[in-house]
């Protein structure tokens, strides 16, 4: 008993289901509850039991079955508890009935992840994200979490996972108030995404590339970009490190330099609220020339991973960009064989192996694919012309009622010329839409 009475963190017992009925990327399995424990160890708490059951179907009321809880219930009482965590996402009524049946407040990965990225973010733009997120997850979940909360804060001591951020003076507060912070909250996003166009406007006028780095956390986006670039970005071995976009220099060659974006890691079952409050930090990746997925060749999950990741870079509209998978910590890699493609190397960020090839496929990746096209461009846009007369190679110039350019342009220079090219090109949809 006195064992657990020193130890100050919070004391949680891992819950998960697996069943035919759910989506197989909604299971619970034994590598995503091993990540949901360094989940809650990021959280600053520990793993105290661990239940994953098999099913046909979730319970509607209790998600789990009867026996089934009666056991966590009972690993609860005796591992002395003070949470229980779902790998799987819980509705409020199911979160709500486990808390009255088990005692103990009940949270799901989403709201440990939410936890994390509240204890996590540093920037302004960082914490009204998390901050909307935590308020739109919290919001139909009035009811039932929040009696619980304000009990246990007004018992005193510190605040448990899963009720940090919002203070609690505004988690006692109605729905209505809530909604208001929501609205205000996407207001003031909406002034820093703003901020981020002007930036963004100025970085194309000065025609440089942008390549982002996309990943699973962990995997060693922050690294890279640290030793292609010098930076200091700081980069550990924990999840989510890295909240905020950074973004460097980096010179491929004499003659090519381009921008290198660090972002949030993604990792399997992120809550949609906060994909989507982090879409301003994101919003990187859209405006990306090309994408360097990052890709942790030692984890012997690296393939679930790097699906995660595909599904995520599909959803958030960046599907067409153009990409190189990079099988990251070759040093320590032991297991089968890696693919091979043009669009794939294996290095190591850690020992710098690897990295002169990288550099080379980028620099090949963004000169090469160049295609004629014919563009008309309005008079007012004039500028554009002598763009392209530095940058493309310029065929014919005719000048009828717009300015009618045939020249030679790379895939880059296509993906910024897009509102005026007529014929030649044929860009991927997600081109069109803005
Ligand atoms: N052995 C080895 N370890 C590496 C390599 N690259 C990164 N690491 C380690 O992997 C851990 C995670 O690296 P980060 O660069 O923080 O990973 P990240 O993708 O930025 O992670 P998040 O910001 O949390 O999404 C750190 O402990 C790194 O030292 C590598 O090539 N080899
Ligand atoms: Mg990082």
């Not at 990187?284 to 790097?306: C, F, G, K, M, T």
């Not at 717009?402 to 997600?430: F, H, M, N």
Request: with cysteine; proline share 4%; net charge negative.
């Amino acid at each position: 008993m006195t064992q657990y009475t020193e130890d100050k963190r919070d004391r949680a017992v891992l819950v998960g289901l697996s069943a035919h009925s759910l989506p197989r990327e909604e299971c619970a399995t034994e590598a995503s509850m091993e990540e949901l424990e360094a989940l809650l160890e990021t959280a600053g708490g520990v793993c105290v039991g661990m239940a994953l059951q098999n099913r046909d179907a979730p319970e509607a009321r209790t998600f789990i079955g009867e026996g089934k809880t009666a056991e966590v219930k009972e690993l609860v009482r005796n591992a002395g508890a003070d949470l229980v965590i779902f790998d799987n996402a819980l509705s409020p009524s199911q979160q709500r009935v486990l808390s009255e049946e088990l005692g103990v407040q009940v949270l799901d990965r989403a709201a440990l992840i939410l936890d994390i990225f509240a204890q996590r973010a540093r920037t302004r733009e960082g914490r009204l994200q998390v901050e909307l997120a935590q308020y739109q997850y919290l919001l139909p979940r009035l009811t039932g979490m929040w009696g619980h909360l304000v009990r246990q804060t007004a018992s005193g001591g510190k605040s448990p996972i899963g009720t940090r951020g919002p203070g609690e003076t505004q988690l006692e507060t109605d729905r209505r108030h809530i909604r208001r912070k929501i609205a205000k909250l996407q207001e003031e996003l909406e002034q820093v995404r703003r901020v981020r166009a002007t930036q963004r406007q100025l970085r194309e006028k000065n025609e440089v590339p942008v390549v982002a780095l996309v990943g699973y956390t962990n995997a060693g986006k922050s690294t890279l970009l640290n030793a292609l670039t010098g930076a200091e970005i700081p980069a550990n071995d924990r999840l989510f490190d890295t909240l905020d976009t950074t973004t460097r220099t980096l010179e491929i060659s004499d003659t090519c330099t381009v921008l290198l974006s660090d972002t949030v890691g993604f990792i399997r079952k992120l809550p949609h609220h906060l994909v989507e409050a982090f879409k301003a930090t994101l919003e990187e990746l859209s405006y990306a020339d090309l994408l360097l997925h990052v890709i942790d060749a030692s984890n012997p999950e690296w393939r679930e991973q790097a699906e995660v990741v595909e599904h995520l870079v599909d959803e958030l509209g960046s599907a067409g960009t153009p990409r190189i998978d990079v099988f990251n910590k070759a040093d320590c890699y032991t297991g089968d064989i890696l693919p091979h493609g043009a669009d794939i190397v294996s290095l190591s960020a850690k020992t710098g192996q690897g990295l002169d090839k990288l550099l080379e496929m980028i620099g090949t990746r963004l000169d090469t694919g160049a295609r004629r096209v014919v563009l008309q461009i309005p008079y007012d846009q004039g500028g554009l012309v002598d763009l392209l007369h530095r940058q493309a190679k310029v065929e014919r110039v005719d000048y009828g009622e717009a300015i009618e350019v045939t020249a030679v342009c790379t895939p880059v220079q296509l993906g910024r010329l897009r509102g005026y090219i007529v014929s030649g090109w044929t860009p991927p949809r997600e081109f069109w839409e803005e």
